[in-house]
């Protein structure tokens, strides 16, 4: 089999099917939940995660066994009941539709896997197996962990920021290479976990001085003023 394509998808009001109530259907579904998604739990039994997320109506819960119909209109399908009958027959239905199914006892009858994911803020760093060993995607996460902290969070949101500004603002295109280059560096990313507060004032002098070093116009620097407020 070849191996899976990596991409992010925007799950936003997307409908999508969790058979399933487990710890496993749990996982899946806090995670669609987190992603945006329209979360429908089909299941006799719910972990104590998904009743809440029901009370809280972040996700459906069809208290009761599966049925053929319960994937009509949705986007993606997980079957992940203790059931490897029922988790077959919720395949066969997804696939009927031409849907993205995922079965959590059967990566052969997965057309997308899940990845382990560190997550910080708007970065997200995936690692799969390709299905053959899971624990090892999960001590893969737990070990970036250790080395992708809390910074990275701050990081991006601030070159959120600044790369759209830079984009906007400089015309000359080795000009906003070289500054994106070296906002990139690692002093950056340690300001950010030494000194969350003040990195972003640095930053805006540091870029400041980059222009004026290449000769920027005033009106340039009039327009980090603008930007420089706005927070
Ligand atoms: C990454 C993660 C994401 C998530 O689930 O959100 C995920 N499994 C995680 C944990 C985990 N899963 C299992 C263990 C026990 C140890 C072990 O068996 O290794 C542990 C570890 C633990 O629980 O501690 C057992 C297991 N998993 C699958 C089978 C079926 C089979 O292999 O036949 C069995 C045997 C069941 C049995 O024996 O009964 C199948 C899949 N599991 C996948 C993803 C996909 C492949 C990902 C990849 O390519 O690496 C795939 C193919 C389908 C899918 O689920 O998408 C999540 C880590 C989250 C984290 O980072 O903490
Ligand atoms: N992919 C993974 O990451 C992974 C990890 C561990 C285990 N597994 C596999 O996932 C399966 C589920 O694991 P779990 O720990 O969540 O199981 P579990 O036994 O705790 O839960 C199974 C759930 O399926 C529900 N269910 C059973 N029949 C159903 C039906 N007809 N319709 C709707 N719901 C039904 C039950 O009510 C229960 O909520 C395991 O059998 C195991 O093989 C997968």
């Excluded at 997980?78 to 490897?84: G, R, S, V, Y």
């Excluded at 893969?140 to 701050?154: K, M, T």
Aim: glycine content about 6%; proline content about 3%.
């Amino acid at each position: 089999m070849n191996q899976h394509y990596a991409m992010m998808i925007d799950l936003t009001s997307r409908r999508c099917l969790v058979v399933g109530g487990g710890p496993v259907a749990e996982r899946k579904a806090c995670s669609l939940v987190e992603a945006g998604a329209n979360v429908v739990v089909v299941s006799l039994t719910a972990t104590p995660r998904i009743k809440q997320l029901a009370l809280m109506g972040q996700v459906e819960w069809l208290k009761r066994t599966y049925r053929q119909a319960d994937g009509e209109h949705c986007f993606l399908v997980i079957a992940a009941t203790n059931d490897k009958q029922v988790n077959l027959a919720v395949y066969r239905d997804a696939v009927a539709r031409g849907q993205w199914i995922n079965v959590v006892d059967q990566p052969a009858l997965c057309n997308f896997t899940v990845p382990s994911t560190v997550k910080r803020g708007k970065l997200q760093i995936a690692i799969s197996t390709s299905g053959v060993s899971p624990a090892l995607a999960k001590k893969i996460r737990r070990e970036l962990e250790q080395s992708y902290g809390d910074e990275y969070s701050l990081y991006l949101d601030l070159m959120q920021e600044v790369r759209g500004w830079i984009q906007q603002e400089v015309s000359d295109a080795s000009l906003r290479y070289q500054l994106m280059k070296e906002l990139v560096s690692d002093r950056w990313i340690e300001q950010c976990r030494t000194n969350p507060e003040g990195v972003r004032d640095l930053m805006l002098r540091w870029i400041k001085k980059q222009l004026s070093i290449y000769t920027w116009e005033g009106v340039h620097h009039e327009t980090i003023g603008c930007w420089n407020e706005k927070k």
